[in-house]
């Protein structure tokens, strides 16, 4: 899975196959059409590549600083050695969005 973000902050999902083959014809053609109903000007592409990455502790989102999570609501304060336990994962916003297909 790779996306493709515009200049403007919208972001779709993509299979690698089609990541690929818009990124080799991004120099020879203007617009693209996706199933989704978007049509791109391959100039606003601001990006395709792989998905977002977020910092967690055992499922929960840290702070940017990485001092910090919060569960149940509760703000937990990380010390040296919980910090660790962080792991890089894929962003949850990408359970909820649907891929889209170029259509040729």
């Known amino acids: 899975m790779q996306t493709l973000k515009t200049i403007d ?9 089609e990541a690929s ?7 020879t053609q203007n617009f ?3 199933s989704s109903g978007d049509m791109i000007n391959t100039k606003s592409i601001a990006r ?9 502790w055992d ?11 919060y569960r149940e ?6 010390d040296a050695d919980s910090v660790k336990g962080i ?3 894929t962003d949850p ?9 170029l259509l040729k």
């Open 21 to 27: 083959y818009i990124k080799s014809i991004v120099s």
């Open 9 to 17: 902050g919208h972001e779709f999902l993509l299979d690698d196959d």
């Open 59 to 69: 499922g929960h989102p840290v702070s940017a600083n990485r001092s910090y999570f």
């Open 93 to 101: 916003k990408y359970l909820t969005m649907s891929k889209v297909k």
């Open 32 to 34: 693209i059409n996706l």
């Open 87 to 89: 792991e890089m994962t």
């Open 73 to 78: 609501g509760i703000r937990i304060n990380m």
């Open 48 to 56: 395709i590549g792989e998905l977002d990455k977020i910092a967690t």
